[in-house]
């Protein structure tokens, strides 16, 4: 099991190290980087992924009756994941109510008078 954990370990820190190479946030300007965070929230299936997925993760974290608990390690990984899709959905939705707001105040400003 330990010799395992290891080879997880040195697989996951490779993996790491490669994809520190694609950081697409810091390829985007801040505009780009809410336009692509309030596109996400606009879409139904986007806030149904979310909803699902935080559900079942609770659901997991709960357990149910005569379920054993699950070992640490999980318990922490899906605790993880719960707060990862919390906050993804937290920015998205911030980065839409940001664009409804510059989008009203530019509304005004181009009507004639």
Avoid: C
Avoid at 22 to 41: F, H, R, T, V
């Amino acid at each position: 099991m330990k010799f395992r954990n290891k080879i997880l370990d040195i697989l996951i820190g490779l993996l790491e190290r490669e994809l520190s190479d694609i950081a697409p946030k810091e390829q985007l300007s801040k505009e780009q980087y809410d336009g692509l965070l309030s596109q996400l929230w606009q879409t139904p299936a986007f806030r149904k992924y979310v909803a699902d997925r935080d559900a079942k993760l609770i659901f997991t974290l709960a357990g149910s009756e005569g379920m054993l608990p699950e070992p640490r390690e999980a318990y922490t990984l899906h605790t993880g994941q719960r707060v990862e899709i919390l906050i993804l959905a937290r920015e998205a939705k911030a980065a839409y109510t940001r664009s409804l707001k510059s989008a009203q105040e530019k509304a005004p400003a181009q009507s004639p008078e």
